[in-house]
């Protein structure tokens, strides 16, 4: 099996890749430290997975030779699963990319990195319902903490394709029930 | 009011309103679409980019890209 | 099913709305400091600052252990005992692996220290060991820290301005200082850069101008009067055919379009990680090339291929490069080892602009064998085009700076 770590730049990819390897990949706190990328290896329950730290990318439409490297990484590895991880403080444009990937049909799992920077900024996510609109697992991680991680591996083997109707339609329902409970409470 | 982004002063708030097409793309990766709030923080000196947030998250911008940027400045 | 960008934002804007809840924004201290350090009025002046905190930091760090302990081990102990107990002085092995000596004044005569043996063992070790290395882990330590607060991206910003003039934009901050610890990671680094013409610009001007930890390390060691000359020439040189590339270069240089994270406290664990990481990275690339770059100039000495070609070339460097005759061979053996040739250039005599003149030539020489094997990897018409440039800036830019120390009447 073979996993993708994906997201925009300095949301962390890198961090997963080393507390998930073991490996030293280098991280720091400015957006294109990876430009090329790096696999690795761990165990899942017996299994040997290989993991690529995939340089950030703002969207599948690739803007510069970093990117290049990263939307052909993911085009090249049709039978990939992707970690897509998402700055929580900035979650709208992490779900832009994570949203394309699902379009193209790879399984998919999203980690909401950094909930301790969106917690300073008063950003609260609802990652349960999240979970339900989109059809896939959501995990909470803080990953240069290491909070998070073993969650997000256990679910792991829940990421599936998704089917993009499927997710108008659940954003659409839950703000019906949403309004009908409210209704329901005032009445 | 209506202004560019480029002709923003410091510390000026307000709704985009508009983004030259060519642009939408990029800048929407960075959080900056129409009907979000934004707060101009700084320019730098001689033509030098735009520092502005948006929803809590910093971004830097040529002049240039900012001068397609259309802002409904409230304060 | 693909939905069309603006039906993707739609979606979003809708999810967003039923899962995130944006609470008052309040201002921390982060912030605040944050702004300080973008806004030009404080931002530039703090930008000084830290910069030049970096450089004396560096400066009194290295030169503490390479002078303070890696000269007197390497001088007093390791020359003598090996110029004792290695058979066959005098020889063509002894002069290639620990001293070459004073051949030319027909008696052989020992080296007194390892910047004049020119061993592989001495020079090429002590090169290596006393000098690369402290400069090398002091200048990743300081860069882990800033990388890691988030220093960087501020940085870009207030650079911007400049770096636009030249073709590039802020975020090329980035390449040119990974290149100032190693140009083989900053070569990789001009990925981040959006058009060819940027990448082509930045790959040029750090192959040129852009010293490493390497050659900085021995500059500040045999010449460190002479440092803030050789650096102002170089900088100079980057912006003045920066800006010269920009407009010969077809292509676009499109403009600055960056995320600015907020600050973060650095994990001491990862900084350790990762000065680590880059301090080995670099001695598994630098250490065999640093001895089999001296071996390989030791061998040309000694089959007189690098007098040969100094002879044949010493009235370029005399009359249009202004330096003496004696540079020559140094000159000619930058090609392969520029540190060496650094070390080399320091034990001749000559007046202090004659010197400035010879090691910011060293500089801009060719690129080390390591970078030119990235470059080629980054595409070989590219790899061409730099050389061609380089060819042309080594000749005038050498010869402009022998003009304006005729001006300055100090040449």
């Known amino acids: 099996m073979k996993i993708l770590l994906m997201g925009h730049p300095n949301v962390g990819k890198s961090v997963f890749f080393n507390r998930l390897t073991g490996a030293n990949v280098t991280e720091s706190n400015y957006p294109g430290t990876t430009v090329d990328y790096t696999k690795g290896w761990m165990k899942i329950e017996g299994e040997d997975v290989e993991i690529v730290d995939v340089p950030g990318t703002f969207s599948l439409d690739p803007k510069d030779k970093a990117e290049e490297v990263a939307v052909a990484m993911l085009h090249e590895s049709r039978d990939a699963k992707v970690i897509a991880v998402i700055d929580a403080s900035k979650i709208e444009r992490g779900l832009y990319l994570a949203m394309e990937i699902i379009e193209e049909g790879y399984p998919i799992v999203i980690a909401l990195n950094m909930r301790d920077v969106a917690e300073d900024k008063n950003i609260v996510i609802d990652a349960d319902r999240l979970e339900r609109i989109l059809g896939i697992p959501v995990v909470s991680t803080v990953a240069i903490a290491g909070e998070g991680i073993k969650e997000l591996v256990s679910r792991l083997k829940e990421a599936k394709p998704v089917n993009v109707d499927d997710i108008i339609a659940n954003a659409a329902n839950t703000s019906d029930t949403e309004s009908a409970a409210d209704a329901g409470g005032a009445a | ?75 | 099913m693909k939905l069309s960008t603006g039906e993707r934002w739609d979606l979003i804007d809708k999810i967003s709305k039923e899962t995130v809840t944006f609470g008052a924004y309040k201002h921390t201290l982060k912030d605040a400091i944050g702004e300080l350090t973008v806004k030009p009025m404080t931002g530039i002046p703090v930008a000084i600052a830290i910069m030049y905190g970096f450089w004396s930091v560096f400066g009194s760090f290295a030169g503490f252990f390479t002078d303070g302990f890696f000269v007197r081990l390497f001088d007093a102990y390791w020359l003598p005992w090996l110029q004792e107990v290695f058979p066959g002085q005098g020889g063509w092995i002894y002069a290639i692996m620990v001293d070459a000596g004073g051949i030319e004044s027909g008696e052989f005569v020992l080296s007194s220290n390892c910047l004049e043996s020119f061993g592989v063992l001495t020079s090429g070790l002590f090169v290596a060991i006393g000098v690369v290395l402290p400069a090398i882990i002091i200048f990743y330590l300081m860069l882990a820290l800033l990388e890691d607060i988030g220093y960087m991206p501020r940085l870009a910003v207030l650079l911007d301005t400049v770096l636009h003039r030249v073709g590039l934009h802020g975020y090329a901050i980035v390449p040119t200082i990974l290149s100032l610890g190693c140009n083989v990671p900053g070569v990789t680094a001009t990925r981040i850069l959006e058009t060819k013409k940027q990448r082509f610009i930045m790959m040029t001007l750090l192959a040129i101008f852009i010293p490493c930890g390497a050659q900085i390390g021995i500059m500040q060691d045999v010449v460190p009067d002479l440092m803030g000359w050789i650096l102002l020439y170089l900088i100079i040189g980057y912006f003045v055919f920066g800006y010269i590339l920009n407009k010969i270069v077809p292509g676009k240089a499109p403009e600055f379009l960056i995320d600015v994270p907020p600050y973060r406290r650095p994990l001491l664990s990862n900084i350790g990680k990762k000065v680590g990481g880059r301090v080995k990275g670099f001695f598994v690339v630098a250490i065999p090339f640093v001895l089999l770059g001296c071996a390989i100039v030791g061998v040309l000495y000694q089959l007189g291929v690098i007098r040969f070609l100094g002879d044949a070339l010493a009235p370029v460097f005399v009359g249009w490069f202004g330096v003496p005759k004696e540079t020559a061979g140094p000159l000619i053996a930058a090609f392969l080892r520029k540190d060496l040739a650094v070390a080399q250039l320091s034990a001749i005599t000559m007046t202090p602009y004659q010197m400035i003149t010879a090691v910011v030539l060293v500089s801009i020489y060719f690129p080390c064998v390591a970078t030119f094997a990235m470059m080629l990897k980054e595409g070989w018409k590219e790899l061409l085009g730099a050389l061609a440039v380089l060819s042309v800036v080594v000749f005038t830019y050498g010869g402009l700076i022998h003009l304006i120390g005729i001006l300055l009447g100090v040449a």
Do not use: F, H, N
């Open chain 2, 1 to 75: 009011m209506k202004k560019k982004l480029s002709e923003m002063d410091y510390a000026e708030q307000g709704t985009v309103t508009g983004i030259e097409k060519d642009l939408q793309k990029r800048v929407a990766g960075m959080g900056i679409r129409v009907g979000k709030k934004l707060r101009m923080v700084t320019r730098q000196p001689i033509k030098g980019p735009v520092d502005v947030v948006v929803e809590g998250a910093e971004t830097s911008l040529g002049l240039d890209m900012a001068g397609k940027i259309v802002v409904e400045v409230t304060k």
